[in-house]
């Protein structure tokens, strides 16, 4: 997996967590991240299906995430000051992931239309999370999978996703 690739995911998570945070502890930290870096994952791959496409994010660069956060007014500065990963921020990719987290007939479909990307055979197994969330996991990302939170942000590009995994595969179009 190209580096770009992992930083536009790693980003997409970031932004997903700063905006919907998770309820509760540690764990449901981390059971909530699980699900922002799978659903990050999937959209990614979906917006960027070759190789190429992954490794052409170094030489355009996402758009950063300045248009989310005056849409969901989510960022607060880091303490560290340390925000350089914003600029890895992927709109399409983030609004995707929200549609995914909030819809699961949506995130089924996406999963499977991952095998039409160049990334999806090793990504494919690794959205349980994503599609079959167990009552912890939806209790832990209770904000992050509730559709009208999220809805801003998901319907941002929405028509582009469901377009996407709406269309026919090329091989089934006639001769």
Same mark, same amino acid.
């Not at 905006?19 to 930290?29: F, I, Q, V």
């Not at 560290?80 to 819809?103: H, I, N, P, Q």
């Given at each position: 997996?190209?580096? *770009?690739?992992?930083?536009?995911? &790693?980003?997409?998570?970031? /932004?997903?967590?700063?905006?919907?945070?998770?309820?509760?502890?540690?764990?449901?930290?981390?059971?909530?991240?699980?699900?922002?870096?799978?659903?990050?994952?999937? &959209?990614?791959?979906? !917006?960027?299906?070759?190789?190429?496409?992954? $490794?052409?994010?170094?030489?355009?660069?996402? #758009?950063? &995430?300045?248009?989310?956060?005056?849409?969901? #007014?989510?960022?607060?500065?880091? *303490?560290?000051?340390?925000?350089? /990963? !914003? %600029?890895?921020?992927? *709109?399409?990719?983030?609004? /995707?992931? =929200?549609?995914?987290?909030?819809?699961? #007939?949506?995130?089924?479909?996406?999963?499977?239309?991952?095998? =039409? %990307?160049?990334?999806?055979?090793?990504? $494919?197994?690794? @959205?349980? !999370?994503? %599609?079959?969330? #167990?009552?912890?996991?939806? @209790?832990?990302?209770?904000?992050? !999978?509730?559709?009208?939170?999220?809805?801003?942000?998901?319907?941002?590009?929405?028509?582009?996703?469901?377009?996407?995994?709406?269309? *026919?595969?090329?091989?089934?179009?006639?001769?």
């Amino acid at each position: 997996m190209h580096s *770009e690739f992992s930083s536009v995911i &790693a980003a997409a998570t970031r /932004w997903l967590l700063s905006a919907y945070p998770a309820t509760g502890g540690a764990l449901s930290r981390a059971l909530a991240e699980a699900q922002a870096r799978q659903a990050a994952m999937v &959209a990614a791959a979906l !917006r960027h299906p070759t190789a190429v496409d992954a $490794a052409l994010l170094g030489l355009l660069a996402p #758009g950063g &995430a300045d248009r989310l956060d005056r849409i969901a #007014g989510a960022w607060i500065a880091e *303490e560290d000051g340390g925000d350089g /990963w !914003r %600029t890895w921020v992927d *709109e399409v990719v983030v609004s /995707w992931a =929200a549609c995914l987290l909030s819809d699961p #007939g949506l995130a089924a479909s996406a999963v499977t239309a991952l095998a =039409a %990307t160049e990334h999806g055979p090793s990504l $494919a197994g690794d @959205a349980l !999370r994503l %599609t079959g969330p #167990g009552i912890h996991d939806r @209790a832990a990302a209770a904000l992050l !999978r509730h559709p009208d939170l999220v809805a801003p942000i998901a319907d941002l590009h929405r028509a582009e996703l469901t377009a996407l995994l709406a269309a *026919e595969p090329l091989d089934s179009f006639p001769a």
